[in-house]
């Protein structure tokens, strides 16, 4: 069973305010991933790092910002919601090799008002 | 470009019924695959994976699934469905020069009837 966490799980807030989605991992896995989930749509990347103080932007671009300051921490904020960033978020790692499989944490649902 | 089709956004079997679910993938070099299932409100879990060898996998709760090279396919089955495998399947494909990068079909929705 994979131990990656996410938290918040859901969130409603308004236009303009700043959050933070948690998620963490005890893998001791370098690679962690952010992924952004609409329905129908394919999972895209938005962020993901190779190991600490290394963050790259992914394929879809994105006003969310990311930080690997521990190994099993990895965080996305986003400065100044707005309802065009309602959307699932989905964290993963995966394990070290180049045929390593994702584990996923349980996704937090952001809506913004 | 990288890419995968799941052509079947949704399908309907009843339980007791066999299950194929389809995914054609456009890669540059050798493909990982992988076959994901996310149950509503959770994150994805892996089903099973193809790296290699024998193009037949066997994966959790009873699913395998078939690489065919020529056809740039990694096909999921099941000989009997359950009416808990009703969830969200989303085909995957990876390689190594890519970083570890992953690139997901849109997923198929399985509805299972008693």
Redesign the interface.
């Known amino acids: 069973e994979?131990d990656?966490y996410?938290t918040p799980r859901y969130l409603v807030i308004g236009t303009g305010k700043k959050i933070t989605l948690e998620c963490s991992q005890t893998m001791g896995h370098d690679?962690m991933y952010w992924y952004q989930q609409d329905p129908?749509?394919?999972?895209h990347?938005i962020h993901?790092s190779?190991g600490v103080n290394s963050t790259e932007k992914?394929?879809l671009s994105s006003e969310s910002t990311v930080s690997r300051i521990r190994t099993e921490h990895f965080p996305l904020t986003l400065e100044s919601a707005r309802p065009s960033h309602t959307s699932q978020y989905?964290c993963?790692s995966?394990e070290p090799g180049?045929?390593?499989?994702?584990?996923?944490?349980?996704?937090s649902r952001l809506t913004v008002l | 470009a990288q890419s995968?089709t799941q052509p079947d956004?949704h399908i309907t079997v009843s339980e007791g019924a066999s299950l194929e679910l389809r995914c054609n993938y456009s890669y540059g070099a050798t493909p990982?695959l992988?076959w994901?299932v996310q149950s509503p409100?959770?994150?994805?879990?892996?089903l099973l994976?193809y790296?290699s060898g024998d193009t037949l996998v066997q994966g959790i709760k009873g699913f395998e699934a078939e690489f065919k090279r020529s056809q740039s396919s990694f096909n999921l089955r099941k000989p009997s469905v359950h009416w808990s495998d009703a969830a969200e399947y989303?085909c995957?494909v990876g390689?190594?020069y890519t970083?570890?990068?992953?690139?997901?079909?849109?997923?198929t929705s399985l509805t299972v009837i008693p």
């Open positions: 994979a990656i996410q690679k129908g749509m394919e999972l990347l993901y190779y992914g394929d989905l993963a995966s180049r045929t390593g499989e994702l584990f996923f944490g349980e996704g | 995968v956004i990982y992988f994901y409100g959770q994150g994805l879990q892996l994976k790296f989303f995957a390689a190594m970083g570890n990068q992953f690139y997901f079909g849109t997923g």
